[in-house]
């Protein structure tokens, strides 16, 4: 079973940066979309960011209001690893990051993956 490994989480001061990186244990079938959500305590787990309709290609980019313009994601194709780099951070962005790789159920094993988690803390 493929598990996703995610690092880069820490503490920082408002309006520094921080990067988180999210890379497979293992070998995954063909990925159509990879992304980023993030759950700040006693709230519901969110969206912020993703790359879809990869499937081979450069797919596209997604983010969500809040991290707009101030949040990046990436990848590197030949790793096949998944990044978030995260600059001019708020408080409000405290909260544990997961990392997401769904397969293509129709070209793949159509397996949907999750990292662990990664505490991003912001300090004000």
């Known amino acids: 079973q493929v598990q996703l490994i995610e690092s880069g989480g820490g503490l920082e001061q408002a309006g520094g940066s921080l990067r988180l990186s999210c890379a497979p244990s293992?070998?995954?079938?063909?990925?159509?979309?990879m992304g980023w959500y993030r759950q700040a305590p006693g709230k519901e787990r969110e969206f912020g960011a993703a790359i879809r309709g990869i499937r081979g290609r450069r797919g596209t980019v997604y983010y969500a209001d809040s991290v707009k313009g101030r949040f990046t994601i990436s990848r590197d194709t030949a790793k096949n690893i998944l990044y978030l780099e995260m600059n001019n951070l708020k408080s409000e962005d405290t909260a544990i990051y997961y990392c997401?790789?769904?397969?293509?159920?129709?070209w793949g094993r159509g397996e949907n993956y999750w990292g662990q988690g990664t505490q991003v803390t912001v300090s004000s």
């Open positions: 997401n790789f769904r397969e293509s159920s129709l």
């Open positions: 293992g070998r995954t079938s063909i990925v159509d979309d």
